[in-house]
């Protein structure tokens, strides 16, 4: 019996247009496999597009939060989300981001709890405020953040991936997408 990727259908690299399959490619040459949410997503080419576009202008900009603290609040949000595949897929790269082989399973189980320094707990906190019920969310959040040293450009770095990573949760959860094997065992041991 087969264990599907996905709820709903499943696009191929090779089946992508050629803009997709080109960047799509090349994610999947450097890490070796081509990630399911990108197979997931390609039945919908314009919103794999617009996924990928609005992925890329949080996660890989200049200025703001260190990539590994970008990842960190994916996966805390994606913990507070229960979203197994973007805690299992963001998780291995806050493995290799942050050199550390455990913290993304401590935020993943329990990012209330999980010991971070200051500006660790005080992204992680501000990602939860966020996640878990926005319309509770207010000055007092952003008072705490500010305390903590983190910078107007930084507030929104974790505001804005906090609400795409919550929009890709329940896309996960809709499509019942599961991780790649891959995923688990990056970060974790020597390359």
Same mark, same amino acid.
């Given at each position: 019996?087969?264990?599907? +990727?996905?709820?709903?259908?499943?696009?191929?690299?090779?089946?992508?247009?050629?803009?997709?399959?080109?960047?799509?490619? *090349?994610? *999947?040459?450097?890490?070796? =496999?081509? !990630?399911?949410?990108?197979?997931?997503?390609?039945?919908? !080419?314009?919103?794999?597009?617009? =996924?990928?576009?609005?992925? @890329?202008?949080?996660?890989?900009?200049?200025?703001?939060?260190?990539?590994?603290?970008?990842?960190?609040?994916?996966?805390?949000?994606?913990?507070?989300?229960?979203?197994?595949?973007?805690?299992?897929?963001?998780?291995?790269?806050?493995?290799?981001?942050?050199?550390?082989?455990?913290?993304?399973?401590?935020?993943?189980?329990? !990012?209330?709890?999980?010991?971070? @320094?200051?500006?660790?707990?005080?992204? +992680?906190?501000?990602?939860?405020?966020?996640?878990?019920?926005?319309?509770?969310?207010?000055?007092?959040? %952003?008072?705490?953040?500010?305390?903590?040293? %983190?910078?107007?450009?930084?507030?929104?770095? +974790?505001?804005?991936?906090?609400?795409?990573?919550?929009?890709?949760?329940?896309?996960?959860?809709?499509?019942?997408?599961?991780?790649?094997?891959?995923?688990?065992?990056?970060?974790?041991?020597?390359?």
């Amino acid at each position: 019996m087969t264990n599907p +990727v996905s709820r709903f259908p499943v696009t191929e690299l090779e089946d992508l247009p050629d803009d997709l399959r080109e960047r799509i490619g *090349a994610i *999947a040459e450097k890490s070796g =496999f081509t !990630p399911n949410i990108f197979r997931a997503l390609g039945h919908r !080419p314009a919103e794999l597009r617009a =996924f990928l576009d609005y992925h @890329d202008a949080l996660m890989e900009r200049d200025g703001g939060l260190t990539k590994a603290e970008r990842e960190l609040v994916v996966v805390a949000t994606s913990g507070a989300n229960h979203c197994t595949y973007c805690i299992v897929a963001h998780g291995a790269i806050l493995r290799i981001r942050a050199k550390d082989p455990e913290l993304s399973d401590q935020v993943a189980t329990n !990012p209330w709890q999980v010991e971070l @320094d200051e500006r660790g707990r005080a992204i +992680v906190d501000l990602a939860l405020a966020l996640s878990r019920d926005s319309a509770l969310f207010g000055e007092g959040d %952003l008072a705490m953040a500010r305390e903590a040293g %983190l910078t107007e450009d930084e507030i929104w770095d +974790v505001g804005a991936i906090t609400a795409l990573f919550a929009m890709s949760n329940r896309l996960a959860h809709l499509t019942a997408l599961k991780p790649n094997p891959e995923f688990y065992l990056m970060g974790r041991q020597k390359r």
